[in-house]
């Protein structure tokens, strides 16, 4: 089974950063692709970062230069480093994954149709 759980979300300053991490277990061999991506209160829910399997990720521009995200196979944990933090960046974000074909656009577009969802932490960003 693939199991997605999100951890180290919070509240930092503006201009701060933040680490936000997706533990993550997949079946032997198998190839994923994953995302992350955030949803305000009364916003859609909006593509944060798109990994392939080999760890190469694409970003929104809205998040672009600051964000970056990155795999530790050993540890089986997805990462998404947040540094130059805005009052902006505050939403709920999810890790998600599926073993479909995506090009980072349908990712980005912040609604694929992925199977495995995690349940999300919150990062809230004060002024």
């Known amino acids: 089974q693939v199991h997605l759980v999100e951890s180290g979300g919070g509240s930092v300053q503006a201009g701060g950063s933040l680490r936000i991490s997706c533990a993550v277990s997949?079946?032997?061999?198998?190839?994923?692709?994953m995302g992350w991506f955030r949803q305000a209160p009364g916003k859609a829910r909006e593509g944060v970062a798109s990994?392939?399997?080999?760890?190469?990720?694409s970003y929104a521009d809205s998040v672009k230069g600051r964000f970056t995200a990155s795999k530790d196979n050993a540890k089986s944990t997805l990462y998404l480093q947040m540094n130059s933090l805005k009052p902006e960046d505050t939403a709920m974000y999810y890790c998600?994954?599926?073993?479909?074909?995506?090009?980072?656009?349908?990712?980005?577009?912040?609604?694929?149709?992925?199977?495995?969802w995690g349940q999300g932490t919150q990062v809230t960003v004060s002024s």
């Open positions: 990994i392939d399997a080999d760890g190469s990720a």
């Open positions: 997949l079946p032997t061999g198998s190839y994923y692709h």
């Open positions: 998600a994954a599926d073993s479909g074909t995506w090009a980072p656009w349908e990712v980005l577009a912040g609604s694929p149709d992925f199977h495995y």
